[in-house]
């Protein structure tokens, strides 16, 4: 629509400079000040003069053949020819009675103003009943898109502008001199290990040590080198969370049976280790949305009112034998619309009660000829 503002949003200053997103600068010059002298009465050549000055100097001030009572003309919202804050806002106190929603306007401040000055801008705008009311200080900010200043002009060649940079830089929050930690003892599969967790005042963890294997050993160099890591990330603010989602589940050996009531099977060190973490150190809805519980917690009723009955058991043989298949000849028939049907379910078929139990996941394996086989993970006896 060859407007340089929209609504009634006066122009910000004759000359603009943008910063671009990908680097250097682009100056916009107004259209509206050839036509504006012109229609002032300036000639040609009067006009060019002005106009070349403005694109110089970047300001109308001092600019050759320009009348002194023309200058109110030329007035933007920056700059050294400003309108006066009070001006946006009784501006759109004159238009907001024709409008049914806010004014999608900003009241620009200049850089020396006082919280004073704010406050009395906003019952300004209070008083006149505006909707809405949006200010913004020159300069408030590190690097702003829209700028009057000569100091934003275009860098010599071979020079690169950095107009914002914000760099967050992490602190060590160290662990207290004297601090109370526990220790506790693993087993996963035939490798033992022992963890100690450091802990801050508020219960958090802020450190872990790992002895696993013999003194010396690669494998226990490799965990007192992860341990190491993983306490300095506790230390930098790294939630336990993330450890615990990137190291569950990963699998290498050792792997297999623990003596954890809480963690039976566990894919790895890694995995057993990060389980118990967040059994001791994460709320229960945490975990649940991981699958993580201790045995408490998976043992709940499946209805209200029923009691689940827990049978403590190291071998096969110590569990209560299934019921027998029935024979075709024990059951009984009842005709029901001269159809005979079954008057007894079959209850089922049997298993052998001396099958132990598998020794990679702890199901109860089934025989397979002479050996027997896990239906769980595919495990055997010793058969090929």
Known sequence: MDCDTTGIEPDLALVKTKKLVGGGTMSIVNQTIPRALRRLGYSSGQVDDIVAYIDENMSVIGAPHLAAEHLPVFACSMGDNTIHYEGHIRMMGAVQPFLSGGISKTANMPEDVTVEDVERLHMLAWELGLKSVAIYRDNCKLGQPLSSSKSAAPEPAGE??????????????????????????????????????????????????????????????????????????????????????????????????????????????????????????????????????????????????????????????????????????????????????????????????????????????????????????????GCS
């Open 160 to 381: 690169v502008e950095i107009v914002e940079r914000v760099v967050h830089h992490p602190v060590r929050q160290k662990m207290p001199r004297t601090r109370r930690g526990r220790t506790f003892e693993f087993r996963v599969a035939d490798c033992k290990g022992f963890a100690t967790i450091g802990e801050y005042d508020n219960g958090q963890p802020g450190e872990i040590f790992l002895t696993v294997s013999k003194q010396g050993s690669t494998m226990a160099g490799v965990m007192d080198a992860f341990a190491k890591s993983v306490s300095y990330g506790l230390q930098y603010g790294v939630p336990l969370r993330a450890f615990v989602e990137a190291f569950t589940n990963m699998r290498f050996e050792p792997a297999g049976m623990t003596d954890d009531p809480d963690i039976r099977f566990a894919s790895s060190i890694m995995d057993y280790l990060f389980r118990r973490l967040a059994i001791e150190y994460m709320t229960y809805d945490e975990r649940a949305e991981l699958g993580i519980f201790s045995v408490d917690e998976r043992l709940q009723p499946t209805l209200p009112g029923v009691e689940e009955h827990v049978t403590a058991t190291n071998q096969g043989s110590d569990l209560a034998p299934d019921p027998k298949s029935l024979d075709t000849g024990q059951l009984s028939f009842a005709p029901i619309d001269g159809i005979p049907v079954a008057a007894a379910p079959i209850l089922g078929i049997a298993r052998p009660s001396d099958a132990p139990m598998c020794m990679q996941c702890g199901v109860v394996m089934m025989r397979s000829g002479s050996c027997y086989v896990c239906t769980s993970c595919g495990s055997t006896s």
